[in-house]
């Protein structure tokens, strides 16, 4: 049996560990840094490496290292061991306060867009007291912000903490003018829920496009998919089951409150969901948890994909960014309470995201762009690529009297009515899902729907935080300049959200008509990546990065250089690999069976000109011209591929290239290979089948 509470967080540096092990006034130096964000005096920094080291060697560990996330998606760490020479040939174990806090990992190899030239290599990581340090592995993991030399940001943390400050400056602001004059800081909170696909080893090692690209390149349906919709909540497998044990234990020893854990829509596909914290802390759990997962599954011979399309014609994987506000005093700022209606503070809060998501539908899109997420965004599936938000009925109720003028008349909470009498009686949420919103307020948060599976939730919430930052801003700037202040926020909350209506959508998100009419509303709908980002550089977009100092100019550029290289370069291995699969393997394969079948044909008339061959005629005959085609089509991609390479002094043209054209060589491509396989021999051909993958745990 497992002690969960004496599990929890037995991998971790938390607070009970540090009220333990730190002197008081370091205890409470470092806690004031945590809480209120204070500078921590660097004449703490040894006691806190030292109780560190003390701790980490007792859990084992020999190393330590400076976790970071660099823009390349993933986590990054080198590690450094703990020895140091004592002078008499032998060594003992040392950390100090200077290598807790500061790193100087080589950066080159990092992407950074062109921030810096190779010769200035140096970088530094600094160490996010706020994000707790932990044992993993014999290594001591510190929580790092990774910046350039001359001082550029070159990673995903350091712009979200920023990000936080700024909000919480402006949404104290707001507060203060509400009365809530002892709130003093307003922190983002996130629970990221995440979906993944699991799969037999086995299958995963003969697929080298799941092993290049993490998705399938070739694939027939299977007959089976998910129109029964028999996976979601279903009954979960005894392995599976097994593994999702192992990864809870896992996660909570790491700190991570795992707390929801079931099937997805799609066979083989899988959720789970953390309680939510801090966004900081959120979203570095994330990139552990993710790292955990995949580490898990190799335990029992099962591979976790965390690409967001891994297989066609299935629902592929997202990650849903649950989001609110809170005060150092515990107040959700985004908890509209018995009475919505009345309650002026909440819908000023509001009106400030509703008019950011629609100022800033492209940032938000930016925000979740991946070659991987193209695939999800648009297809039918996941929320569209077009930004909207659901306020549920209630709420929306709500607004459209604010827009009117009207008073709204609240029904209230009603009771639900099961109709059998040992059923309890249940409240009726006020707030019924809609599931196809990218952008859905839930009763007392909002859930951005549209992040890939895979990427670092960070981007998402740099985002998120730094738009509503700037809207809190400037209604704060009016609000302190009038007189009444109950008056003014009022009539700012209308013209808000008569003024954003638009953005406001309650409807089926999937629907062709909402395509339509979102157009009409002059709503934008950016397809892919390179579409996507080319708003970075709007001029609005740079004016609110720089206003909430989160980016600079020069920082934003960086990264739309690194998202459009990295983007071309996704879909160059992917076309690659298929080149391969289908030179290597796909054609002969077929041309292998087409062999059989004529020798069979010959055979058969050797014996008697009566035995009918008609069908190894047929097939063979059909098969041999599907191949010319085949060929014909990867001889088109790569020709492509060489004219893509052509236009790599112009990033945007570049990764336009390879959405429009090589993107469009691989569907091409891939068509014919899946029509031949559906009429191959599964004794030729070379991979494993769709329904073997999808059913084969
Ligand atoms: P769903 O029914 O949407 O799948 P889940 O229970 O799977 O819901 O996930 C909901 C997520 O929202 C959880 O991670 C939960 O902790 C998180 N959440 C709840 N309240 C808040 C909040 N105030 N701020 C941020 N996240 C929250
Ligand atoms: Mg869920």
Sequence with gaps: MVNVPKLFGSNVFNDDVMKERLPKPVYKALKATIENGETLDSSMANAVAHAMKEWAIEKGCTHYTHWFQPLTGITAEKHDSFITPDGDGKVMMAFSGKELIKGEPDASSFPNGGIRATFEARGYTAWDPTSPAFARDGTLYIPTAFASYTGEVLDKKTPLLRSMESISKEAVRVLHLFGKTNVNRVVTTVGAEQEYFLIDKEMYDARPDLIFTG???????????????????????????????????????????????????????????????????AVDHNELLMEILKKTAEKFNLVCLLHEKPFAGVNGSGKHNNWSLITNEGENLLKPGKKPEENLQFLLFLAAIVKAVDEYQDLLRISVASAGNDHRLGANEAPPAILSVFLGDQLGAVVDSIEEGETYESEGKKNMELGVDVLPTLRKDTTDRNRTSPFAFTG???????????????????????????????????????????????????RTFKKHDRII???????????????????????????????????????????????????????YEVDLENYAKIINIEALTMLDMAKKDIIPAVTAYVRELTDTALAKQALSADIPTTLETRLVSDLSQKLVCFADKAT?????????????????AYAEFYSDVVFADMQALRAIGDDMETQTSSDYWPYPSYGEIMFGV
Excluded at 461 to 467: D, F, R
Excluded at 515 to 539: F, I, Q, S
Excluded at 636 to 652: H, W
């Design 505 to 559: 959508f309650n409807g089926d998100n999937y629907s062709e008509e909402w395509t339509h009419e979102a157009e009409r509303r002059g709503l934008l709908n950016l397809k892919n990546v390179p579409a996507a980002v080319k708003h970075y550089m709007d001029e609005k977009n740079v004016r609110v990065f720089e206003n909430n100092s989160v980016f600079s100019k020069e920082e934003l550029f960086a990264r």
């Design 215 to 281: 998705r399938t390149l070739f694939g027939a349906k299977a007959p089976k998919g998910q129109e029964l919709d028999d996976h979601y909540f279903g009954s979960i497998k005894t392995r599976v089951a097994q593994f999702m044990a192992e990864l809870d234990n896992e996660l909570w020893s790491y700190g991570i409150p795992a707390k929801t854990k079931h099937n997805e829509v799609a066979p083989s596909q899988h959720e789970i969901a953390p309680i939510f914290t801090t966004t900081n802390v």
């Design 444 to 494: 007392n948060r909002f859930e951005f729907r549209m992040l890939g599976s895979s990427v670092n939730t960070a981007s998402a919430n740099i985002v998120l935080n730094t738009i509503v930052a700037e809207e809190l801003k400037e209604f704060a700037d009016h609000l302190e300049s009038v007189k009444d202040v109950k008056a003014a926020a009022k009539r700012l909350v209308a």
């Design 636 to 652: 088109d991609l790569e020709n492509d591929l060489i004219k893509a390479g052509e236009l790599v002094d112009d990033m945007q």
